[in-house]
């Protein structure tokens, strides 16, 4: 079709509205696949909470990966190219600062749009249900904890931080060994290595507070064995890579050594992962791959050190007499066959670790919105309840012209890539009932006329300022850290 027939067709044709809940990686590439593949003409709309877009490519992406964020400039290329629509065939419009479910109701969305995704993550954490988890001071869940350190306006002066005795803190434990835990290690192990972390956005407060920590040793403690570790290979290596800074990665010999695997029945990920161990693990002149030596280690040896330990259940949080963390009681698991867990909680297996800080990084959890017990929409555990994409009632019938992608629709697992793929999927459902179906939708426009929201064009302003402050900074974006300093940077000046 020539730009000539789109018009046609778009003057035709009225247009259907779609509004999507969440402005990261799911519901912008799901508003990108609407906006590049449907055949009729569409408006549509990003609902976010935040005065800014961007989710956890904003707010979870580790500070020292800004390639991961690159997504961003194909959100921003897609939004530049339909928000001003014109002759476009397709208007694109973002709102941010407003809450779906508190500002506007889901129902009021569901009532005057032809289709609503739901693409709002996981906005809760997973806990460790043991005494000591709530109320000790220097214990936080890895959202807490990521969100502070990217500098979340929810997070980043939250007190629980900013008045935490940092320079008390040597010995880190983290629970879980997925990829946000390995991030959280690195960050935390080097912490004091400037060269790392002085150009990154990583909020400048908190890394000011987390430099006064001299840590020494991070724990990432797993409930399981080697084999089942989260973590995937080239985050591990970067670890390892820490050596030219003197830190250095330790595997006790019950839970690694070589020849404890029979190789021929792994991928080759696996077989990967236990060279890389083996290699790292020897002395650096020992090893026997080019691949492992690529900077030695400097001449006064390691003088931190991080740790995979295994098949460990947290008991109990212990406190000392000013409510601080000062150790955690743990006990040995059997890991069955079935590959079932049996916690074993006989004295002889209990063991207590040394601890100032603990992170627990068991995944996000998915929460569902207030509306839905009202709405009969179904939540299973951690996600919403879905066909493919398209919602389910409690009583299993599809939720007509309701759909969700991304972290909300499977839970908290997957990279941007697979999110990507995921919100494809969903956007090709949407377009398929979109074409099938007739004029559903009241047509009426929500009024955001009483209702405090951003748009592209503010988020663009407090863009263009983050860097220039950034740019001032060395940096390659400063954050602003509350909603004040973000509402106030819209103006127009
Ligand atoms: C710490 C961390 C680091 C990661 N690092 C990487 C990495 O290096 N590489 C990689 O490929 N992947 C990484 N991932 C995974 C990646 O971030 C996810 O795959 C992806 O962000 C999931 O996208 P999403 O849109 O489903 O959720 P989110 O990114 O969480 O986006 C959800 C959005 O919805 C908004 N929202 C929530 N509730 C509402 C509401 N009621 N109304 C309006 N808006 C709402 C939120 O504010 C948020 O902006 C990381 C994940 C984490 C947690
Ligand atoms: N650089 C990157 O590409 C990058 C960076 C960050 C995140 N991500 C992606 O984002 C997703 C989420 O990562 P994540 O690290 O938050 O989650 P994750 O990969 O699911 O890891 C969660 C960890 O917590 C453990 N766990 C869960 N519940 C537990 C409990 N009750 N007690 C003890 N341990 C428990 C899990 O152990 P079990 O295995 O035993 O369940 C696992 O080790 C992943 O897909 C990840 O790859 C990617």
């Not at 999507?20 to 799901?30: E, L, N, R």
Request: aromatic fraction near 10%; charged fraction near 30%; glycine fraction near 6%.
């Amino acid at each position: 079709m020539n730009t000539v027939q789109i018009r046609r067709l778009s003057s035709r044709i009225n247009r259907k509205t779609v509004s999507i809940v969440g402005s990261g990686p799911s519901g912008f590439y799901t508003a990108y696949h609407l906006l590049k593949k449907s055949p009729i003409p569409l408006n549509v709309t990003i609902w976010e909470k935040l005065p800014v877009p961007f989710g956890l490519s904003r707010y979870g992406v580790a500070p020292d990966h800004p390639e991961v964020k690159n997504c961003e400039e194909t959100f921003t290329t897609c939004a530049e190219e339909y928000s001003l629509p014109k002759d476009q065939k397709h208007k694109f419009s973002f709102v941010g600062g407003v809450t779906i479910g508190k500002e506007i109701l889901l129902k009021t969305l569901l009532d005057s749009q032809d289709a609503v995704i739901l693409s709002y993550g996981c906005t809760g954490d997973r806990k460790l249900n043991i005494p000591g988890e709530k109320g000790t001071k220097g214990v936080f869940s890895s959202r807490e904890f990521v969100n502070w350190y990217n500098g979340h306006p929810d997070f980043a002066n939250d007190k629980r931080f900013t008045d935490f005795d940092w320079s008390k803190v040597s010995r880190v434990g983290i629970i879980g060994n997925g990829n946000v835990a390995l991030d959280i290690t690195r960050v935390l192990i080097s912490n004091q290595i400037d060269e790392i972390w002085k150009d990154t956005d990583i909020s400048t407060l908190a890394l000011n507070l987390i430099r006064k920590a001299p840590v020494k040793e991070v724990k990432l403690i797993a409930r399981r064995d080697f084999v089942h570790s989260k973590f995937t290979n080239k985050e591990l290596r970067e670890l390892w890579e820490l050596e030219k800074y003197g830190v250095r990665g330790c595997i006790d010999s019950k839970f690694f050594k070589k020849g404890m695997f029979d190789l021929s029945k792994y991928d080759r990920a696996f077989n990967r992962r236990v060279e890389m161990c083996s290699e790292y693990l020897k002395p650096f002149n020992e090893r026997s791959k080019r691949n492992y030596k690529k900077t030695p280690p400097p001449s006064n040896g390691y003088n931190k050190f991080w740790e995979l330990d295994y098949l460990k259940t947290p008991l109990e949080i212990n406190r000392n007499e000013s409510g601080a963390i000062n150790s955690l009681t743990l006990c040995n698991n059997q890991l069955h066959e079935d590959n079932s867990l049996q916690p074993l909680k006989d004295p002889i297996n209990i063991m207590t670790y040394k601890i100032d800080l603990l992170v627990s990084s068991l995944g996000y959890a998915g929460v569902p919105m207030p509306e839905f017990s009202n709405l009969s929409v179904r939540f299973d555990k951690d996600h919403i309840a879905n066909e493919q994409g398209r919602v389910l009632t409690t009583n299993g019938r599809i939720f007509p012209r309701l759909y969700a992608s991304g972290w909300i629709r499977k839970g908290s697992k997957g990279v941007i890539a697979s999110t990507m793929q995921d919100a494809f999927e969903v956007g090709d459902k949407v377009i398929q009932d979109l074409v099938v179906s007739g004029a559903l939708s009241s047509g009426k426009s929500i009024d955001l006329s009483n209702v405090k929201h951003t748009t592209w064009e503010d988020w663009k302003r407090i863009n263009k300022k983050e860097l220039l402050r950034g740019q001032k900074e060395h940096k390659t974006r400063s954050k602003f850290l509350t909603f004040e300093e973000l509402w106030s940077r819209t103006k127009i000046e």
